[in-house]
């Protein structure tokens, strides 16, 4: 099945600083989706981007097809910014998502 | 909109009692529904996809006569954890396809069983 990798694992990171999450995937996708857990579990969609460059105030992403990867960046990070961020990806429209390992932000004050 | 919700949030039971877990798209239709579980420290895992009208398709090594799922109306599924045992115990959450192929995810319930 599909591979898919995030790196770093762990991320410490002081207030205001910025940083880069990387996904690497193994095949094509239909589907790529960038998560923040919350220390209560819940799973907020911050970017559907299976191609292109999106931003979002203090978070933008870009998926690079071709290349099989896709970056997060977090700029001016935020103590409440801490937390799992995972990717996942899925094969075909409909299809269940696959996640990465995940990438622990700690950002402190 | 595409909110999904999860019922209940948590509990705990006995070993060898039988729960239930409910997940609802709340502002959507869903044909297709997913169920994950999430040990601490790990990933999510899939176990099955649910089908309105139709059978689950369960992953590799997940035990389709323990982990019941029924897909019942495009805004339901269940899935029921039959007689219940401590390694059971983990976050089960499930998802849905929204408008777009994006997917939106339950806020999770956490399973403990004694």
């Known amino acids: 099945g599909i591979q898919v990798e995030q790196s770093p694992p762990d991320l410490i990171l002081q207030e205001g600083a910025n940083s880069t999450l990387r996904c690497n995937f193994s095949?094509?996708?239909?589907?790529l989706q960038w998560f923040h857990q919350n220390p209560w579990g819940q799973l907020i969609n911050l970017f559907y981007?299976?191609?292109g460059t999106k931003q979002n105030g203090r978070l933008s992403a870009t998926t690079v097809a071709t290349e099989r990867y896709s970056l997060l960046y977090i700029s001016s990070s935020q103590t409440t910014d801490s937390g799992v961020y995972f990717c996942?990806?899925?094969?075909?429209?409909?299809?269940?998502?696959?996640f990465g390992k995940g990438t622990t932000l700690s950002v402190s004050s | 909109g595409a909110v999904v919700s999860q019922h209940p949030s948590w509990v705990i039971c006995k070993s060898g009692t039988s729960v239930k877990i409910e997940c609802r798209s709340l502002?959507?239709?869903?044909?297709?529904m997913f169920w994950y579980r999430q040990f601490p420290k790990q990933s999510l895992m899939l176990m099955a996809t649910s089908n309105e009208g139709s059978k689950a398709t369960y992953e590799q090594g997940v035990e389709k006569d323990k982990f019941l799922i029924n897909h019942a109306s495009l805004t339901l599924s269940t899935l029921t954890v039959t007689s219940a045992h401590p390694e059971d115990s983990s976050f089960y959450i499930c998802?849905?396809?929204?408008?777009?192929?994006?997917?939106?995810f339950g806020p999770g319930t956490r399973l403990t069983v004694l």
């Open positions: 502002d959507f239709q869903a044909t297709t």
């Open positions: 981007i299976p191609s």
């Open positions: 996942a990806v899925a094969r075909g429209a409909g299809t269940a998502l696959i």
């Open positions: 998802s849905a396809v929204g408008q777009g192929n994006e997917q939106f």
């Open positions: 095949d094509s996708v239909n589907n």
